[in-house]
């Protein structure tokens, strides 16, 4: 499958502000447009983007609404999901990819926006792997100017080199198993990364990535952070202890190493203080 790249962000381009996943707060929302207005965006936000539904960012159909209002605009660039959270998956069938493959626009961000990356990547379209607007403070401040370069060139940065990345957040790609929103696997180096599970339930992950064939068909696996992660002990609220006995290596080398599947480890890409930015696709 040919890959087909975003434009490059101009001077003064606009980016959509969406909530795919998770609800933006009015102040998150301000802050992120006054960021843009600074690097010489102009931030386009919809009333949908700014709807509540308990936890998401609005109904799945305002969610959708938004994100096709942006993909349809064709002064928009760049897409930038305020959040991540829980939510993406639902959305994917709503979606317009006829939108998206008529005019490549740069969805951008991470962890449940993986289910969007999927979907895209799928479509042939090139999207980035980088922080979502309300991770920008804690991210280091290179990546973050790597995620502007990459809008400004419209390039994958040089430390991805010719690679073909899919991928992103373990615990999204292990609920797009068996969809049509997996991302394409062959030639492909999958990233994987993932942020408080317990460790049992990332090996049931790893497992079914592995008994679904998924390492048996990518060129290899790149390793992000693994953060904030938990144990079936008393200090993570058990009421014995009982620890699983196997780190994220460990599992990594039993379920992806052991098949032959090559592995680069300690990828700076995340949910910790360093996520450098990927084209996926």
């Known amino acids: 499958m040919s890959l ?18 998770r609800f933006a707060s009015p102040e998150l929302i301000e802050s992120t447009s006054e960021l843009l207005a600074s690097w010489g965006y102009e931030a386009i936000v919809s009333e949908e983007t700014r709807s509540r539904d308990r936890q998401f960012g609005g109904t799945d159909a305002e969610r959708a609404a938004a994100f096709n209002a942006a993909l349809r605009d064709p002064h928009v660039g760049a897409i930038w999901a305020l959040r991540g ?3 993406c998956t639902r959305i994917l069938p709503l979606l317009d990819g006829d939108a998206l493959q008529a005019q490549p626009t740069w969805i951008t961000g991470f962890s449940d926006i993986t289910a969007l990356h999927g979907w895209a990547s799928g479509l042939g379209v090139a999207s980035l792997h980088a922080p979502v607007a309300s991770t920008v403070p804690a991210t280091e401040a290179a990546d973050v100017a790597a995620l502007r370069e990459v809008w400004r060139s419209g390039q994958p940065m040089a430390a991805q080199g010719a690679r ?7 615990s999204v790609l292990y609920a797009m198993l068996g969809t049509p929103y997996m991302p394409p696997l062959e030639g492909r180096w999958l990233l994987l990364e993932d942020l408080d599970e317990y460790l049992y339930h990332l090996d049931r992950m790893f497992v079914a990535l592995a008994q679904g064939g998924v390492f048996d068909a990518v060129e290899g696996v790149m ?19 009982n620890p699983f006995g196997r ?11 052991a098949r032959g599947c090559r592995v680069e480890w300690d ?8 996520n450098a930015p990927l084209v996926l696709g």
């Open 267 to 274: 990828v700076p890409s995340g949910h910790g203080p360093r």
């Open 247 to 257: 780190t994220v290596r460990e599992m990594i080398e039993e379920h992806v190493v």
């Open 4 to 21: 087909r790249l975003p434009p490059p962000l101009e001077p003064g381009a606009r980016v959509a502000l969406v909530a795919p996943a």
């Open 164 to 170: 073909r990345v899919v991928g992103g957040n373990l």
């Open 85 to 87: 959270g829980y939510g």
């Open 223 to 241: 390793v992000g952070s693994f953060t904030d992660l938990k144990d079936n002990t008393k200090a993570f609220g058990q009421a014995v202890d």
